[in-house]
């Protein structure tokens, strides 16, 4: 049996995980809100969430993943 | 990163200062560049621009800056409805009310003012206002809901070869 993350989803997840980030960071004075990283980190969530779900997904039984 | 701009803010000769009513701040625009002010206040104010005071068509405006891509918003303008002036000083009172859900935020406000004459005065400042947003909270519980999606999401499933 084959295991494999959920690409799309997390992707999706990434997005919204670095955009919130990003309101958290502007919204309690950490950044200005002109800051480039309030626009970069919803790209890098997106980014980062795919590449999670595709080479480190969670749970995946290690015998199985030498099953032929 | 996030800091304020260093320095001078305005250029091209021009002056401004305001006093913040309630806490008896004084800022002047030449040598401030961050000011944390009341959400809810008073600012007495009073400004100039380095040209006599003859009947002319000065342009300007203050913008707020955004993230990209929203860019520079407009929050004022002078002259660009071909209104001219013929004053080159002005003071005065005003009263402010700012929105609670923009509690926090740090903007960079700038402003620039076109003389015929070919002054030009630029100038900028970091606000806040004091205190925290209610939507600071409501993004902090998004951030923590998402990544708790994201750990489900990056968890392995079953695929039938």
């Given at each position: 049996?084959?295991?494999?993350?959920?690409?799309?989803?997390?992707?999706?997840?990434?997005?919204?995980?670095?955009?919130?980030?990003?309101?958290?960071?502007?919204?309690?004075?950490?950044?200005?809100?002109?800051?480039?990283?309030v626009?970069?980190?919803?790209?890098?969530?997106?980014?980062?969430?795919?590449?999670?779900?595709?080479?480190?997904?969670?749970?995946?039984?290690?015998?199985?993943?030498?099953?032929? | 990163m996030g800091a304020p701009p260093a320095g001078a803010n305005v250029t091209g000769g021009c002056a401004a200062t305001g006093t913040q009513l309630q806490s008896g701040k004084t800022y002047d625009a030449v040598t401030t560049n961050f000011a944390k002010i009341p959400r809810v206040g008073d600012v007495k104010w009073a400004a100039s621009v380095p040209v006599p005071a003859t009947k002319r068509a000065a342009v300007g405006e203050v913008q707020g800056k955004f993230p990209w891509p929203i860019g520079d918003i407009e929050i004022g303008q002078w002259g660009k409805n071909g209104k001219q002036t013929g004053s080159n000083a002005n003071k005065g009172t005003y009263h402010y009310d700012f929105p609670k859900l923009i509690a926090g935020i740090k903007v960079l406000v700038h402003g620039r003012d076109q003389e015929p004459s070919g002054v030009l005065c630029r100038g900028a400042v970091v606000v806040q206002i004091e205190g925290t947003s209610p939507l600071a909270w409501a993004s902090l519980a998004l951030t923590v809901f998402m990544l708790m999606n994201l750990s489900l999401t990056i968890r392995a499933r079953k695929v039938k070869p």
């Open positions: 049996m084959k295991y494999r993350g959920r690409i799309g989803l997390a992707a999706f997840c990434g997005f919204f995980v670095g955009l919130f980030v990003g309101f958290d960071l502007v919204l309690f004075g950490a950044i200005q809100l002109d800051n480039i990283t626009s970069v980190l919803p790209i890098i969530g997106l980014f980062g969430g795919a590449a999670l779900a595709m080479w480190a997904p969670l749970g995946r039984k290690r015998t199985d993943s030498t099953t032929p | -």
